[in-house]
């Protein structure tokens, strides 16, 4: 069983930076990555960023690309999105993806494990 622990959201201005983290313990060998979703209240759950472990190759949802960055350590099974200039439309509960399958980086059915979520508010 994968565990999945995210940390560093948090309130920030309009134009601010926020880095978040995620641990996830007990890597699987069917995991070919990690991502990034986020949820606003009353929408549905929508991918922001994914990585692959091997090569590092990163995808990212257009509204995002050019301000957040997502990296890895493969070392410590651990994933960061940084994220730069944010806006209003930003405010969400970001939740870390474990154990991707490999395909379908957008689509939250192809994770098997998630954390908590973690509350980014951006506002002034």
């Known amino acids: 069983q994968v565990q999945v622990s995210e940390s560093g959201g948090g309130l920030v201005q309009p134009g601010g930076s926020l880095r978040l983290s995620c641990a996830a313990s007990?890597?699987?060998?069917?995991?070919?990555?990690m991502g990034w979703f986020r949820q606003a209240p009353g929408k549905e759950r929508d991918f922001v960023a994914g990585?692959?472990?091997?090569?590092?190759?990163?995808y990212y949802a257009d509204s995002v690309k050019g301000r957040f960055t997502i990296s890895r350590d493969n070392g410590k099974n651990t994933v960061y999105l940084q994220m730069n200039s944010l806006k209003p439309d930003d405010t969400a509960v970001y939740y870390c993806a474990a154990d991707w399958r490999g395909y379908g980086v957008t689509s939250p059915e192809s994770y098997g494990n998630w954390g908590q979520g973690t509350q980014v508010t951006v506002s002034s």
């Open positions: 990585i692959r472990w091997g090569n590092g190759r990163t």
């Open positions: 007990g890597r699987t060998f069917s995991s070919y990555g």
